[in-house]
Each structure stands twice: as structure tokens, then as C-alpha cells.
């Protein structure tokens, strides 16, 4: 359990022995898996962390600064994720279609379910926790970005009609997004079909020769 | 306190003195709202009731069924709310208007954000608890289906463009909804403006003889 290859946030290059803090931040984030926000406590992570106790309380005082602390952690690993498909993807459409799939896979191994559950946890906790809050401020930010910048970038290179308006496009893309991520994991119905199909059509109805994306 | 007027979760038609039950569900609601889930305790609820304790006891066993009964009692409120609405449109158009805007009201008055920001902390607890599930489930269908039910019957009348798909723009529509009251209650950006604007201009887009609504 302590080489690195847990949890999925792992750190994002995974180059020699983890360093102390994602070791704590991977330690968080099992026992928040494990516990649930309502339960954890910092015990559950100091059960969970192998190194000496002590430099888990040097870092950290409680319970909401180490999940705080994990939220910058995680928040980095999915945009670096994010970053990755975006790479990949051929055309600025593609890297809007990469993000609706990324959020939305027909199949969700347990190791992203696990993450997007663990999300919705301390999401909730946004309500009332201001360095939560602040966290998912910054995610959502770097995100709705993400997706405008895809979109300005369609429009520019003539594969986005001009009516897209790039930001307020993004964050009610964003929206649709986390919503049926929320009720995937909440309720028993079939979201994710439904809405990633209109969302790609969607997509397909603003990109300009959509028959040749990809090149 | 016990009047029956607090916190936005009174019996839909408010006539006569409420019955136990009501007022086991508003000492929950209020416990809940005061202390929020991670912190509630039965001895909360039971503070803020202000009959026998011994009558709470008698017909809830734990803090998670006063809560799924109280998710039962609130989503019957909001679907009650919402069929007012409904009655008060004056076309199948208006009433996916009406949806979006009492989800997405610009100005969000106290007793609303309250209820909505409770709602998010117990919806995320639907992660792992299979009673709130099944009370999200519920909600979701019936929300889903009103919403399906306008569009349908707005393309029968012919004021909805029959490319629209009820079932999926219903369930694609109630994503978007959700992700943006999540988004409003747990972050610092204004995701309520760009939402709203662009799920009206989508009903727009699909309204056939937009201008002539209303009549």
C-alpha cells in the first residue's frame, strides 16, 4: 500500500520514491474512501500512513486542513489528466469531446468511481467549509478555462461555429457535466447515456465539417 | 418555532394544526440546517422538537431514518411546489421556463438557499446510504418526468419543435439544473447567469412561434 500506485493520485509523473506529503495526501484520500467525510477522523489517516504519525501532525492540525491539502493534491492530478487527453486529442472539437468523456465514461473503472465519489463528499462539504470552497473554486476555474479555451480555439480555427460563446458555453457545459456526474453515483437511473448522446450531439451540431475532425 | 411557518418544508397545504410527523420533520430540517450532517446527531432532532421525545423515538430509529423520511416529506414539498408552478404557466414552453428558473432563481431568497444547500449535503450522502438513494431516485424520476411531460406535450401542440426528444433533453436538462445549484452553493463564480441564459436561449431555439407564447 505504500508504493505510490494506490488511489489514483498517485503524484502525476510517479518519478522515484513518493515524497512525504503525497504519501499523507495518499493516506487521506484511503481513508476518506474508506470512512466517508461524516466518520473520518485524523486517526483513520494516521492509521492509514505509514511513516512516523508525528510528521502527519508536523503538516497538518486537523481533519479539514489534510482533506483541504488533498483537495489541492487531487485537483492537480485530474486537470493534469485532463491535460493528457487534450494532448491526444486531433482537433480543439476532439479535446471538448476527450473532457465530456473523461467526465462521463460508459464504463467507470472502480478506481475513477471511487474518486468521483470521494469528490462528491467533500464537494457537499463546500457548502460550509471555505477552504473547500476555495479548492473547488480554483478546479472549477481551471476547467471551465479548459473547455473555453477548446471551444475559442474551434471558432478561431474555423471548426466551431462563431455563435459558440466560448465561456458561457464552458460553464453550462461544466454544469451538465457535474450534475450528471452527481446523480450517476446518487441515484439508480441511467444519466450518463442520455446525457453524454445529447452532449456529443450537441458538440456535432456546432462543429463545422464535423465529417472531417481529426484532421 | 413551532408554529409551522419555518424553514420551507411545511405541509403543502398548511391546514389546521400539522400533525407529529410534520413536526418531527421541521425539527429535522432545522437540526439539520444548524449542525449540517456530518456533525447531526438524533439529540439535535430531538432538541428542536418541542413534544414528547418519547414520540420522536417511537417512530424513527436512527439519524438516517429521520432523514430519508424527512428527504421523503421535503422532495413531496418541492414536487408540490413545482406542480404549482405549473399551473400557473401558460404553455408547455412556460413550464420548462418555470422549471429552470425555480431551480435557478437569480435571486435566491435565505429560506431556498437553505433548503437547497441542505439538499446537497444529504444528496452527497447518497453515495453510500441506499435509503437516500432510493428518495433521490424518486425525486429525480419525477422531476425528470414533469420535465419530459412539457416537452411532450409542447411538440404535440406543435410549440416544440419535434426534433426535440423528450426523455433524454428532460434528463439532460435536470443534469444541467443540478450540476449548476451544486456549482452556486459550493464555489465563488456566477455559474447561475450563463446557465440560465443559455438553457432559456435552448428553449427558445426549440419553441416554435416564441414570440406568439404566453397566448
Known amino acids: 500500500m ?13 518519478e522515484g ?7 499523507i495526501m495518499e493516506a487521506t484520500y484511503r481513508a476518506l474512501c474508506e470512512h466517508g467525510y461524516a466518520e473520518l477522523s485524523v486517526s483513520h489517516i494516521a492509521a492509514e500512513f505509514e511513516k ?18 488533498f483537495l489541492r493534491f487531487a485537483g492537480d492530478h ?3 489528466m485532463l491535460d493528457e487527453a487534450e494532448r491526444e486529442a486531433d482537433s480543439p472539437v476532439d479535446r471538448v469531446r476527450s473532457f465530456v468523456d473523461i467526465y462521463l465514461g460508459a464504463e467507470l473503472d472502480e478506481e475513477m468511481a471511487e474518486a468521483q465519489r470521494a469528490m462528491i463528499d467533500l464537494r457537499a462539504q463546500a457548502v460550509a467549509e471555505p477552504r473547500f470552497r476555495e479548492e473547488f473554486t480554483r478546479i472549477d476555474r481551471h476547467l471551465r478555462e479548459r473547455l ?15 455563435a459558440v460563446d466560448p465561456e458561457p458555453t464552458a460553464t453550462w457545459l461544466l454544469s ?12 439508480d437511473y441511467d444519466v450518463v447515456t442520455p446525457v453524454r448522446t445529447l452532449l456529443h450531439g450537441y458538440v456535432d451540431h456546432y462543429a463545422v465539417n ?5 484532421e
Chains 1, 2 share one sequence.
Open 2 to 14: 505504500s508504493d505510490g500506485s494506490n488511489g489514483g493520485v498517485d503524484a502525476p509523473d510517479g
Open 17 to 23: 520514491a513518493p515524497d512525504v506529503n503525497t504519501l
Open 52 to 69: 512516523s504519525k508525528s510528521l502527519l501532525y508536523y503538516h497538518y492540525d486537523s481533519k479539514d486542513d489534510l482533506l483541504a491539502g
Open 78 to 80: 485530474f486537470l493534469a
Open 148 to 162: 473555453a479555451t477548446a471551444l475559442a480555439d474551434g471558432v478561431e480555427a474555423g471548426v466551431v461555429d462563431d
Open 176 to 187: 451538465a457535466l457535474s450534475g450528471a456526474m452527481l446523480q450517476r453515483h446518487t441515484a
Open 210 to 214: 464535423a465529417d472531417s475532425d481529426g
